[in-house]
């Protein structure tokens, strides 16, 4: 999902050996908007719009890649518009969309049920109560909010998360026909249109379709070039063909442009298997700075770090408070899939069958929540589309 990229995490690259030269395009990005004025400035007109509109704008910049100090200021900026209009829906909407990043997706799903009592819903609105309610586990209610979204705002975001939720039940080929047509449909070469691309190939790579995974992944690699999300997608990619040695070097490149810890314990976990240890050691010490920081804000990471704790060292306890904690607040399949695969490696049979139960009620073809639900140390790749999923247009 998103995650802080300021001068600690790229600390952490630099120690890790990860990190490009400086002037490379990360740095160089941030120049050039310093530079050209492009970072939205404070509103200089009086009354709600121009904050609201400057909460937005924030928003959407920092869908992938949030920096704590404007996350602290979107936050600012909605409370602001609250207190002098707290019978404004467009605020809650905002306030939800919030929430979602911060990982408080109850707190999400009531701010959004709020602005639906205020005013009538929005794809914005809609689409979050969807996606605040995959989540939250709550599917049916999800399958419900995301028919509303596709009846009165048809378009790549209602049938992305339409195609989400066919898969997430076991639907793959459903999940696909409703985004081929889509794809075909303007307006081509959007982020949305990127976006989806990347949802078709993650769907055709968790069902063993190659082919169309690689076809869909250049088509987005052209639309989306360098972004890590892309590049993430292209390592897994390269392992499902066999080629580790390539995939690592694709993970060490994302992770350049973005630490995420998704990205770091997929690495990880790939230099262990084709014995890398030198990579394996270096990826060591980045998550655990990246642990660090992740325990010192929004806690985003506590899925992949208690698979990350669990596997490195299951007696060390670190693992089940994380996956505990992260079921408690994001109670999806994969939530108890987690905790069914780290209460295994301490031995916790009974419970651990009991949460691997709920982890494959819907028969999701995800082979990684499977081998969690099993309880393997499994190298199986890709994970969950639910990384893309989150970021859904």
């Not at 209009?85 to 969309?97: E, F, G, K, V, Y």
């Not at 973005?258 to 014995?275: F, H, N």
């Not at 655990?288 to 992949?304: I, M, Q, Y």
Request: aromatic fraction near 4%; proline fraction near 7%; charged fraction near 25%.
């Amino acid at each position: 999902m998103t995650g802080p990229l300021h001068l600690l995490a790229w600390s952490l690259l630099l120690i890790a050996g990860l990190a490009p030269a400086v002037g490379a395009a990360p740095l160089n990005e941030r120049a050039s908007t310093r530079e050209t004025g492009a970072r939205p400035r404070a509103p200089t007109v009086t009354g709600i719009e121009p904050t609201l509109n400057l909460a937005r704008d924030l928003l959407q910049r920092n869908r992938t890649s949030r920096e704590p100090a404007e996350a602290e200021r979107v936050r600012v900026l909605i409370r602001q518009a609250l207190v002098s209009s707290p019978l404004n829906a467009q605020a809650w909407t905002l306030s939800a969309w919030d929430e979602m990043n911060r990982h408080s997706f109850r707190t999400a799903l009531d701010a959004v049920e709020r602005a639906h009592r205020l005013a009538a819903p929005t794809a914005l609105s809609l689409g979050l109560q969807a996606d605040a309610l995959v989540e939250l586990g709550r599917y049916r209610e999800a399958v419900a909010a995301t028919q509303q979204l596709l009846d009165h705002f048809p378009g790549l975001p209602a049938l992305c998360r339409a195609a989400h939720l066919r898969w997430l039940h076991s639907d793959a080929d459903g999940a696909i026909a409703l985004l081929e047509p889509a794809l075909r449909a303007p307006p081509t070469g959007s982020k949305s249109h990127a976006w989806a691309l990347l949802q078709k190939a993650e769907v055709e790579l968790n069902a063993g379709r190659i082919e169309p995974a690689e076809r869909s992944l250049q088509r987005a690699e052209t639309l989306f070039p360098g972004k890590p999300e892309a590049k993430a997608l292209r390592a897994r990619l390269l392992e499902a063909r066999g080629d580790g040695h390539r995939a690592l070097q694709q993970w060490q490149d994302s992770l350049a442009g973005y630490p995420s810890p998704d990205s770091a314990v997929a690495a990880w976990r790939l230099a262990r298997r084709i014995g890398d240890s030198e990579a394996a050691q270096r990826l060591d010490r980045l998550l655990e700075g990246l642990a660090r920081l992740d325990s010192r804000g929004d806690p985003l990471f506590r899925r992949s770090l208690a698979e990350y704790y669990a596997i490195k060292d299951p007696a060390s306890g670190r693992a089940e408070p994380l996956a505990r904690q992260e079921l408690a607040q994001r109670p999806d399949i994969y939530g108890h899939a987690l905790l069914a695969f780290v209460l295994r490696q301490s031995g916790k049979i009974v419970e651990a069958d009991h949460h691997a139960r709920l982890a494959l009620r819907l028969g999701t073809p995800d082979r990684r929540l499977r081998h969690w639900a099993a309880g393997a140390d499994s190298d199986a790749t890709p994970p969950a589309p639910r990384q893309l999923a989150a970021r859904l247009p």
